[in-house]
């Protein structure tokens, strides 16, 4: 295999039409996927839909769709091929949206994620340096696929892409995430909901004392919770 150097735009019905077979591969079968018809018009209107090739397979996508400020997109959707995981493209995929961005004048960029699955806290936190201080409780109502089991908690993340991670936090409380929540989802469910629900009350409480997640210590599976 290469690298999967070839990050670009999609450009076809069939390019699109491929992306939505990959969500299924990543997200499972039975999370439904942006279909190629919704992502064709967001293009067409301004959005960012591209794709990371190994000759002419997809190993990663990414959808992003411009919001009510002009200046800011949210990014929703981010899949690196299962094979392909742990070896930086979805940081190479980021980047790659950063230069998009900063090309159009778009000076942030938000979207939810997963905040107990750590892959999304090290390359989110720590490795872009975003920041987040909303908590959504079950946002996406049940869900099905890799999400099935346990409410969809999500926090926004807000990135800057003209700055960079910063490594010097000075954290005023830590709030630990399990290594592997996909394992404790498959192995031992109830465990895993107990587990949702105590970040889920950690993180409220940080949020409503006027903290925020500033950095991700890999070394503890923490998040380094800070003060503006």
């Not at 990543?26 to 992502?39: A, E, I, K, Q, R």
């Not at 690196?80 to 942030?108: A, E, S």
């Not at 892959?119 to 490795?127: G, S, T, Y």
Request: glycine share 10%; proline share 5%.
């Amino acid at each position: 295999m290469t690298d999967g150097g070839a990050i670009r735009d999609l450009a076809s019905l069939d390019e699109l039409k491929k992306a939505e077979r990959f969500q299924r591969l990543v997200w499972g079968d039975d999370d439904p996927p942006d279909n190629s018809d919704m992502l064709l018009a967001i293009q067409h209107e301004g959005g960012l839909v591209a794709g990371a090739f190994d000759g002419d397979v997809m190993v990663a996508f990414l959808f992003g769709f411009p919001t009510s400020d002009p200046q800011a997109q949210h990014s929703h959707r981010l899949g690196v091929h299962p094979d392909w995981q742990g070896r930086g493209l979805g940081l190479r995929m980021k980047l790659y949206q950063k230069d998009w961005c900063l090309g159009r004048g778009i000076t942030q960029v938000r979207w939810t994620y997963d905040p107990i699955r750590r892959a999304n806290a090290v390359l989110n936190i720590d490795r872009l340096g975003a920041t987040a201080r909303t908590y959504y409780r079950d946002y996406y109502g049940p869900m099905e696929g890799i999400n099935a089991g346990v409410p969809s908690d999500r926090v926004l993340a807000e990135w800057d892409p003209t700055g960079a991670a910063n490594p010097d936090v000075t954290a005023e409380r830590l709030v630990l995430i399990p290594p592997d929540f996909a394992h404790l989802v498959q192995d031992d469910l109830t465990n895993a909901q107990s587990e949702r629900l105590r970040v889920r009350d950690a993180l409220e409480a940080a949020f409503t004392d006027g903290l925020h997640i500033a950095g991700f210590d890999r070394a503890q599976n923490a998040y380094l919770l800070a003060r503006s």
